[in-house]
């Protein structure tokens, strides 16, 4: 038997492509050209310009004058219908006389009517012939057989002739196997348009590059709604959350333009992950172009992702309508989201079942916001119950909070395996938390190798220690530099001592002189004064001390009365000898008194001095035995000796 060419692309089987990209019966049939031997012409039957009854009508005159192209597309287009009686025997006689578009199309309908092997040779018997969709249909059957030496050779065929699902079938395969050839037969589906190889390649490149930029098995996990991921840019897979280093920005780009043919041919996967890159870049209005076209098409975790970026734009109740679609799709982490919405609006029934339908698709987040709900409404138990639930499932941050809530109950035993595994699993509030349970045992070794891996994380207290640890060794240098670190995390504690640091560095200040320019602020006043802003009382007094010797009398007083009202011994004495400066001897007094009762030695002997001024020399020596108390031991010895005086004038 001869075949002649194929004068058009015909069908592929819908079982083996529906998954791919268009739906099954347009994978499988496509227009057929006839020649119209009636007319003496050639014409193309195409169901988009011509009707489809007169078209019919056509091929069949044309075949029942024996037009073996009008056979052959008169059987595609029955069996395009679905009307496999009415094809087969136009199909048979076509394929009888040569033609290998319908020996296709045969295996195609014999395939749909579940005779799988007749269908096989006839694909075999058109991909001899050189018919590329035959080829890939009969490479797919010997897949599906487990012959993948069979498959691959079929593939290959149907893919050198350039089939964009040979090519896309040929390159599954190949991955399956983990063969790097894979890689080049997605590139050339993805060039002829298949959308699904578009998106699987533009996957292989980010994850090449994520790989060179942060190693193979890196991970990453962030977590802006209480146990939930913030948007799909930390929900998909593979979206770099950092600056990618320079060799991989070329396969970056490659892969967006990927993405992007995907998503624009309707790939709702690729439209997700092209708008995760998008947000993550700022491109916010693309980015929710891209989230509304993939949730529109039923992406899950788009329809959550737009929600999110409807909420930060402050529209809220749009936000809670996709999340409640997405929610209702299945999806956890709208879910979560939903509950923390309800939760903040004190909606506590509706908050715990959205974290429960969290927890019912799976999304082990749940389990931890039910506890976090718990506990903020202090049912202790139920919330140990939840957080225990999430940490035997592997939730690193319900690790953590279960071990708290155990030290908290006094069973520090029982607590530090938990801490122990939350650090383990990147938890860096656990690890800080070991290192405040190793503190407390007086196991400073221990503590600081906590504390320290903390830091290295980025943990502003655990900075904070580690900077603490140094000053105590005489380490300087590593003390300023973790305590720059806590101190721009928002320490207020580490500002200050970093300010102390730098203060001690500062050359004593010469005598002052006349007419000479206000001397400008230092470094370290700036770090007293981020402390001050903070309310860290001590840097307040300081930030006073510096500005009165600076000569600005205002800002002194200021901060000295800011101190003094938030409980400062020593501001409240320092305030009163700028009051007492500026002649407001009065108020001065009060201020030493409020001193003095805080246990401040120095107030108690100037009040002392202020009644014997006065002549009030009892009450004088009541405040000279107050200082000769508190001390320090000048004090003492100067309040001592004005009490004898003041004894001794009271009984001259």
């Known amino acids: 038997m001869v075949f002649m060419g194929d004068r058009a ?68 287009l029955l069996l395009r219908r679905g009307d496999l009686d009415g094809a087969e025997p136009y199909l048979r006689g076509a394929t009888a006389e040569g033609d290998r578009a319908a020996a296709n199309n045969l295996g195609v309908l014999l395939h749909q009517r579940g005779y799988a092997d007749e269908a096989a040779g006839w694909w075999r018997v058109a991909a001899v012939a050189g018919s590329a969709p035959a080829a890939h249909a009969l490479g797919r059957h010997h897949r599906e057989r487990g012959d993948e030496p069979a498959a691959e050779y079929w593939l290959r065929q149907a893919a050198e002739q350039g089939h964009a699902l040979g090519a ?49 098995h890196a991970t990453g996990t962030r977590l802006p709604v209480p146990g939930a991921a913030r948007s799909a840019a930390e929900a998909a897979p593979g979206i770099l959350p950092e600056a990618p280093a320079a060799e991989t920005v070329g396969e970056l780009a490659e892969a967006e333009q990927w993405f992007r043919q995907a998503a624009a041919r309707g790939h709702r996967r690729a439209a997700l992950h092209l708008g995760a890159i998008l947000e993550q870049r700022g491109e916010l209005k693309e980015a929710g172009r891209w989230y509304l076209s993939s949730a529109k098409e039923g992406e899950a975790r788009a329809a959550c992702a737009l929600g999110f970026l409807l909420r930060d734009a402050g529209d809220e109740e749009s936000a809670a309508v996709w999340w409640l679609r997405a929610a209702q799709d299945g999806d956890g982490n709208a879910a979560n989201a939903l509950g923390a919405l309800h939760a903040a609006r004190g909606e506590q029934q509706t908050a715990e079942r959205w974290y429960r339908a969290a927890m019912d698709a799976g999304d082990v987040n749940g389990a931890y916001n039910l506890g976090l ?14 957080y225990r639930r999430a940490a035997y499932a592997g939730h690193r941050e319900a690790a953590n909070a279960l071990a708290v809530l155990l030290l908290q109950a006094g069973d520090a035993n029982g607590a530090e395996p938990w801490f122990s595994k939350a650090a383990e699993a990147g938890s860096v509030d656990a690890a800080f938390n070991l290192g405040i349970l190793h503190a407390g045992r007086d196991d400073d070794r221990t503590a600081l190798v906590w504390y320290e891996r903390a830091a290295a994380a980025g943990h502003t207290e655990a900075a904070l220690q580690v900077g603490i640890a140094a000053l105590r060794d005489g380490d300087e240098r590593t ?31 010469g005598p002052a002189v006349l007419g000479a320019p206000r001397e400008e602020k230092s470094e370290c006043e700036e770090w007293y004064e981020r402390a001050a802003r903070q309310g860290h009382r001590r840097a307040q007094v300081r930030v006073g001390m510096l500005a009165a010797a600076r000569g600005d009398l205002a800002e002194a007083d200021r901060w000295y009365r800011e101190a003094a009202e938030a409980g400062s011994r020593n501001g409240a004495f320092n305030l009163g000898l700028l009051l007492a400066r500026e002649g407001s001897e009065r108020e001065a007094s009060l201020w030493w008194t409020r001193a ?20 009030e020399l009892t009450e004088g020596r009541r405040w000279c035995a107050r200082a000769v108390e508190l001390g320090p031991a000048e004090v003492a010895e100067r309040a001592a000796r004005l009490s004898e005086a003041l004894h ?4 001259a």
């Open 648 to 651: 001794q004038e009271l009984t």
């Open 168 to 216: 896309y079938a040929l390159a599954d395969l190949l991955e399956h196997r983990g063969d790097v050839g894979a890689e080049r037969w997605l590139r050339a589906a993805a060039e002829q348009g298949h959308r699904e190889a578009a998106y699987r390649l533009a996957m292989a490149l980010e994850r090449r590059a994520t790989e060179t930029t942060r190693g193979p």
């Open 373 to 386: 709900l718990c506990a903020a409404q202090d049912r202790i138990p139920q919330a140990e119950q939840w």
């Open 9 to 76: 692309t015909l069908l592929e089987t819908g079982r083996f492509v529906q998954r791919h990209t268009r739906s099954a019966a347009d994978e499988i049939i496509e227009a057929v050209g006839a020649a119209e031997t009636v007319l003496g012409t050639t014409a193309v039957a195409d169901a988009d310009t011509e009707n489809e009854t007169e078209t019919e009508a056509r091929h069949r005159r044309a075949a029942e004058y024996g037009d073996l192209a009008s056979m052959s597309a008169l059987g595609a």
């Open 596 to 615: 003095a009762r805080a246990g401040h030695g120095r107030a108690a002997l100037r009040l002392a001095l202020l009644a014997a001024r006065r002549g």
């Open 479 to 509: 003390a300023e530099r973790h305590l720059r670190c806590a101190a721009g995390g928002g320490s207020a504690e580490a500002a200050f001592r970093l300010a102390s640091v730098l203060d001690a560095r500062r050359p004593e200040p």
